[in-house]
């Protein structure tokens, strides 16, 4: 059984996508498995990762069809060698501007046109941001010191649906009239009643 991936994932997917066209990063390991060890033969190293997903109602909690806002957080690391602690912090801000300015300037990663696309990015807005650098050691002994860029991104994803399946749609509506109110049915049955049929267009 093949199960897209979620919309969240597919974000995620296309902003890493992007960075790594990137020429600023040319020759770097990227990644985007939290859980994933990052060794000295991996930097220098950029991974995007899906942090979280906060859902809201969109309208009504209890009106229609289930309907969320999505709201996620991702993050961003930038892992380089650090034998020069200043120079290797300007590394760093040089690489979170140009990850900032080409990410929130690629008007794909927000291409409305394409919205509710399967596979598609279309990302509403970037709402909120955090970043930090962060100075380290790696390797089996910690031998090897790294500076590392960790910038976190809220972005608001849209609205998640989930419309019911409907198995029997309403396609015809039959009238009969019941005249006199209050008659027996058998001596309603003695009168001539009118009978109409109406046809409901379901849209497929």
């Known amino acids: 059984m093949t199960v897209a991936p979620s919309y969240a994932m597919i974000v995620r997917d296309a902003m890493l996508s992007r960075v790594k066209q990137m020429e600023f990063f040319s020759g770097f390991n990227f990644g ?6 990052i060794q000295p033969e991996n930097v220098p190293f950029a991974g995007i990762y899906f ?9 009504d909690a209890n009106i229609l069809e289930v309907r969320f806002r999505s709201t996620t957080t ?18 760093l801000d040089a690489a979170w501007q140009l990850l900032t300015t080409n990410l929130f300037n690629d008007p794909t990663l ?3 046109k394409n919205l509710n696309v399967p596979g598609h990015a279309a990302i509403q807005a970037y709402t ?11 390797g089996a002994d910690n031998s ?8 976190t991104l809220v ?14 749609d309403l396609k015809k509506i039959h009238v009969k009239t019941q005249f006199p109110g209050g008659d027996t049915q058998e001596d309603i049955d003695k009168r001539q009643q009118v009978v109409t049929e109406y046809d409901i267009e379901v849209e497929s």
């Open 155 to 168: 972005c608001d994803l849209g609205v998640i649906d989930y419309p019911p399946i409907i198995e029997d």
């Open 110 to 112: 927000y291409d409305w």
């Open 32 to 37: 985007t498995n939290k859980a994933e060890s």
């Open 128 to 138: 909120r941001g955090n970043r930090s650098h962060q100075f380290g050691s790696t």
């Open 51 to 59: 942090i979280s997903e906060d859902l809201t109602p969109d309208g």
């Open 144 to 151: 090897i010191p790294i500076a590392e860029l960790r910038f």
């Open 74 to 91: 991702y993050g961003v690391s930038v892992i380089v060698k650090n034998n020069d602690g200043a120079e290797a912090e300007k590394t």
